[in-house]
């Protein structure tokens, strides 16, 4: 068991998160702001609620509790009593018109003289005959079940090997929506071709990678200061690249940016967001409430109100479920994650892309062996799929680090996180030898 870290405080007068660094903010006009005074926003706590299990300990995945187990309910439908009674009267009278029926018989078979005569029968006892002898009929017709419907192909549950089925083992845990689970990420990673971004870094004239970078270590903080989901993060940094792909951004309000798609994912992932003077706070009232209000709605407009990007972070654990990776190996697999967030190069690659070659390099680091079938199976990756993303993870891990961006290593080199951010990398030899196979 991990020693558990001590809660962070919230964020507080004594405690700010600092702006972005001068390289966002030079060339800044200093506006005639009103600066707010040192305590914190009216209604914010000292100390916030941990919104996550900062210990490290894996909790359920998310995605697999969107589906909950229906409850059977008996539907009483009045129509089927009165079926019923028709039904029990029909059987009497056709029962009485029998008995009548033949009584008429003997009655009528021999005259007065005795001499047998014909029976003329009334045209309403033949009625009451026929419907007597349709009866039947019409009750088996209702007592047979209805003719099975064959299941389209596309709504057929996949065919899953025994030697791949990672769910059935959580089989009474409806959280974990083992019957579902294979469906949901095989959907997310078709919903993955509509969020295909590019470098978009041209069409930003005021923008460059760097500030990038700095936005996300700062969003880093954020994150840890809240103590918000790691979905958030993911989420906030790709609602921040989706609408800077599409809307140029003033160096001025990229922090703006940034804040403002952390509170959209807050409410969208969080069960206790904070609120908007919390961010503005943060953000050492750089911003006015009417700005990140503003900014919130042209945010959501620009993304047409579509914000459920699938992120590399849900898929990160489904694939190192498949292999029953230990925390570890899974919190080292998040750190290369986390780090791939602030790679402008990496931001085209598709999250189960990315989420499979930092697990690979992740499990090459630890000596675990190479990409196996369960997980080319679940993922849908071989691994001549992933290298060039391992290449490029490699390559950004080993390049020095800047001391301007140190949110993420300060973060897993502390021992909750297993220290995984002082661990040496997979030397290139192995890396390449591994990749070949």
Known sequence: MPVP?????????????????????????EGPHVKRSSSPPHGAPKKRTAFIDITNAECPPKSDSSLRTAHKVQISIPGRKKDAAKKQTRKTSATSVSAKS????KNSSTSSEGTPVEKIQPEEEEEEVQKDAAAPVDELAAAAPPAAHQVPAHL??????EEFDIDSENSEDCYMCPEYAKEIFDYLKRREEKFVLCDYMPKQPSLNPEMRAILIDWLVEVQENFELYHETLYLAVKMADHFLAKTPVHREMLQLVGSTTMLIASKFEERSPPCVDDFLYICDDAYKREELISMEATILQALSFDINIPIPYRFLRRYAKCVNAGMDTLT???????????????????????????????????????????????????????????RKLHQMLGAPPDDKLKAIRNKYSHKVFFEVASLPLVDVDTLEEALSQ
């Open 5 to 29: 870290r001590g809660k962070k405080s919230a964020v507080t007068a004594g405690s700010k998160i600092p702006k972005l660094s001068a390289s966002t903010s030079e060339n800044q006009d």
């Open 102 to 105: 033949q009584a008429n018989v």
């Open 156 to 161: 057929q549950k996949p065919h899953i090997p």
């Open 332 to 390: 080292l697999a998040r750190y290369f994650c986390e780090m791939s967030l602030m790679e402008m190069e990496l931001v085209v690659e598709r999250g189960s892309r990315l989420a499979s070659a930092c697990l690979l390099m992740a499990l090459l680091t630890k000596d675990l062996g190479g990409w196996r079938p369960i997980l080319q199976f679940h993922s849908g990756y071989q691994t001549s799929d992933l290298a060039p993303v391992v």
